[in-house]
């Protein structure tokens, strides 16, 4: 059954590359997530996968057969967009039977067939009204039950969610995530929404530019990002980036040094930068892995606590660094106070640093 | 609420709306009138014997309507004539229908080489004056052998109108989001189907219109029926009307009024239905 497998994929329009020589494969029944900012050629390489574009060059394989120019009829692929387009002359039933009308099934069989997936989307008292009467969580479903209704043996989603206001889209990312495993339909799903990605995908394909920057699972992409793009791109709110640090060592540890600053790195560090270059690197911290100090201590980082933001459960602490007016965001500890102005010494988790050369913005960990 | 200090406002200040209101409404009277008053007195004088003092009916009567129920002296039967400018108007309709629902279509949908020439040659095309290619047309008809035909002048007049309908259908046919086709490519169906199960039921309000105002152009064309057509019995109410107005003998207004409002009669009726899609213009149903 499909395991779908891109191959050295470009699209080009005109002369704009909006998709560049990017290759990944879908494992059968696997969920995965395209992941980039918008004009990043996501949505073109799903478009691809339904057959409405064909590939400029490149394979496109569903199982062992090439479909570079099957068209999307003979494609077995349910399509869920991301305004619904829901056919607005027809009642929430056509909408769903239309695809059951193209394979001319028979009559009581499509009536079923609609029946049967209306009830499992809870939309089954929505039948005879119009696309328009309906509210935009429930033109969702419909959308959805659309393409379920056929029994694809591929879905695919572009940015299903981001019509929908922020509660909602809550309740049908899990509903999504559900059941995709369910039914074990191999899918391929669009976002410019990290946190959808990283909850819903078993593996993520970073996009940026026309180009696959990175893929793998959720946790490859947030603790190995490969370059700065991934780094902070992911994870809300973004990794620190701190500019200008040199990397010194002695027999026993390697730092990561700014005027005053010095920062203890990763014993794997020795090996890894051995080759790399060593001066105005970039530090990366996630906001939750520094730990906030009152008193001065080795291996840290001195600021000012610039702004607070409590979030409710968590609470963001914004440092300022005294001498370049950088700004590190941080998850604090819950249970500690803390007051703006006042003086804290940042500590990095040591096996948790990231290393970017500012050239090629690559990790150098 | 002592020392609160109360505004004062002028009489102007506080009706300021009502009065731009006012101001507006008794402009667009003013300007509506001269068009208002023809209507009216065409009304009033299609119904009374003879006007007074330019705008007073006098004496109700029916009998500048008798061409409904008997011939007119020196004219075919007004049946007759309203018959074959309906088929004028129908045939002009149903042709630009087929034709511009698809080119819009093409034009809007399709990149293929010479779409932006022909976009601009449309617009060009819809800018010449049609009395122009008179003695051309003349001569293309009376090779085809339709000169003197129903049939000539619906496939002159459709042929000039195709452009201006190809524009408008254009026009619908972009604000269609390209999503609700792609869907249906995925729902299984050919990119031709698609266009007639989805796109087309969605282009309804675009073919009511343009096939409205092309039953119209069809309804009041005058200069080709005028000129191509010589048998009274192909007349179109236009000639009709002409005739009246008359080059040899005085003019009976009272059967002139009648006439002319019983032309307009099927303007105004399709005047509503224009109205009820130009308001329906955006396509309902895809929220954005």
New interface residues.
Partial sequence: MPEIRVVNFCKYFGKVKAVDNVSFDVKDGEFVALLGPSGCGKTTTLLTLAGIYKPTAGEIYFGDELVNDVPPKYRSVGMVFQNYALYPHMNIFENIAFPLRAKKLPRDEIEKRVKEVARKLMIDQLLDRRPSQISGGQQQRVALARALVKEPAILLFDEPLSNLDAKLRMLMRAEIKHLQSELGITSVYVTHDQAEAMTMASRIAVFSMGKLVQYGTPDDVYDRPKNMFVAAFIGNPPMNFLEGFTVVGDNQKLHARRGNIRVELPKEARNRLENAPRENLVLGIRPEHIKIHFKEKENTIPGLVYVLEPLGRDLIVNVKLEDTDEIVKIFAEPGVDFEEGQKVYMEPWVDKIHLFDPQTEETLL | MEGVKKYQLTFFQRNSQKIAQVIIVLILILVTSPIILGYAWLILRSFSEDIVQGFIPTKLTLKNWRFLWQNIEGYPSIWKITMNTFLLALGVMVIEILITSMGGYALSRYEFPGRSSILRLILVLHAFPAISLMVAIFYVLWNLGLLNKLWGIILVKASLEIPWGTWVMKGFYDGI?W??E?????????RL?VWRK?IL??A?PGIAVTGIFAFLSGWSEFVFVNTFIFEQQTWTLSKYVKGIIGDFRFVDYGLLTAVGLFYVIPTIVFFFFVSKYMIKLT??????
């Fill in positions: 989001p999503e609700l792609w869907a249906g490519l995925v729902d299984g169906y050919s189907q989805v039921p969605i309804k396509i309902g149903g895809v929220k954005g």
